[in-house]
């Protein structure tokens, strides 16, 4: 039951601010015990994590976009927001937001994943 949605513009400009939104439904992005993540996909670079945020609201970014990275949520609309400034081309990837559980060591549930391509 628990489903998660991406959202958000499929082409963004050089420079400009890459934001985008997982919608989470079926389950309180405050449950405890789960955390929720970005990860993102490009042609032969396999996947990557972008960010996450805990139960708690606590955060974590990759160390390589650290500082142009950041994940936050919304606990009233129970979404989790991605926002990745300066984008640049090597930004263009399929992201995906999906839920991961300390208590196993994976992610059981994905969405479907959105294209953002950055170019001028």
């Known amino acids: 039951q628990v489903q998660l949605q991406e959202s958000g513009p499929s082409l963004v400009k050089p420079a400009r601010t890459l934001s985008l939104t997982c919608t989470v439904s079926g389950l309180a992005i405050t449950t405890t015990r789960y955390y929720w993540t970005w990860i993102r996909q490009t042609p032969g670079q396999g996947l990557e994590l972008v960010g996450a945020?805990?139960?708690?609201?606590?955060?974590y970014t990759n160390p390589s976009l650290r500082s142009r990275a950041s994940v936050s949520r919304d606990t009233s609309a129970n979404q989790v927001i991605l926002q990745l400034n300066s984008a640049t081309p090597e930004d263009t990837a399929v992201y995906y937001c999906?839920?991961?559980?300390?208590?196993?060591?994976?992610?059981?549930?994905w969405g479907k994943g959105t294209l953002v391509t950055v170019s001028s």
């Open positions: 945020i805990v139960y708690d609201g606590n955060n």
């Open positions: 999906a839920r991961g559980q300390f208590s196993w060591d994976g992610m059981d549930y």
